[in-house]
């Protein structure tokens, strides 16, 4: 996504604004009868406000290598992989169409916003990795609009609308408590929506030939190391994101501890750098 640490999006526009149907549908799906134990899911998700605030420092401990994931919103760098600029607080690319997509809202939310001179340059550049009629002006007024609480709700939204919403509705679904919400969410943003082999849809479907999810009976425990492991693979493919300390020194020690409700305190690494919150 960004920094020492880049994500990459991996579809372009049509893929990222096309959630996966099986993620599309998460909120209206219901499971099978519930398994014993289902009624956990009573249990506070990752939707909470604390625990969502949770998710976002786990993320920036590995994108950002900072826990102050709100610091972000000014973030953007060209970061040499292909999708033009990254940018803010989840790595929106100019060349993959999420970035189209969030100063499109921006500037329904505040019409002639400084941001909004750059749509046509930023339709044009969609899928290529071009800063053509965006470069040095783009950055700095990129880092200006970052200071206002209009262009951060934006970012917010499309944040919300494209990654969380879809993997924690997927992951209620699937049975799985707070712990399996991150999971779904974190791959999610590594390496986008759809259905492909190396995306969040393929991942699930990988994972799901190996174990089945708490809503199929399964064993939650046993379906997250499933869907871990099958997440590896796929990130082992790519240069950018063959470091697995992120699934390896965080998802799995908090698995390992069945703290399935990603209960603080919390301590983990990632590349090497240690991390914790305390509450």
Not at 9 to 29: F, Q
């Amino acid at each position: 996504m960004r920094l020492k640490h880049p994500t990459a999006r991996l579809a372009l526009a049509a893929l990222l604004v096309a959630v996966p149907a099986s993620v599309a549908a998460a909120g209206t799906v219901h499971a099978a009868p519930a398994p014993a134990g289902a009624t956990r899911l009573a249990a506070v998700g990752l939707d909470d406000p604390h625990k969502k605030d949770i998710a976002m420092q786990l993320v920036s401990s590995a994108e950002n290598s900072s826990l102050d994931w709100k610091s972000q919103y000014k973030y953007i760098e060209d970061i040499k992989d292909g999708r033009g600029y990254t940018a803010g607080i989840i790595g929106f690319c100019s060349g993959t169409g999420d970035m189209l997509d969030l100063v499109e809202h921006y500037a329904d939310l505040k019409p002639g916003n400084i941001l909004a001179k750059y749509l046509p340059a930023l339709r044009k550049v969609n899928g290529t990795e071009s800063h053509s009629g965006l470069g040095s002006a783009f950055e700095k007024d990129w880092a200006t609009a970052a200071k206002d609480s209009v262009f951060q709700q934006a970012q917010n939204d499309e944040r919300d609308r494209v990654y969380f919403n879809p993997a924690v509705n997927q992951a209620k679904a699937d049975g799985l408590r707070a712990l399996g919400q991150f999971a779904y969410y974190d791959t999610i943003v590594m390496h986008g929506p759809g259905d492909s082999s190396d995306s969040f849809g393929g991942i699930r479907k990988a994972a799901m030939k190996k174990a089945r999810t708490p809503a199929q009976g399964g064993d939650e425990a046993t379906y997250l190391k499933a869907f871990l492991a099958a997440r590896k693979v796929v990130m082992k493919q790519e240069e950018a994101h063959s470091d697995t300390s992120r699934v390896d020194t965080e998802q799995t020690v908090f698995l390992n501890a069945k703290n399935f409700d990603l209960n603080p305190p919390l301590k983990w690494k990632v590349y090497g750098d240690s991390y914790a919150i305390n509450s």
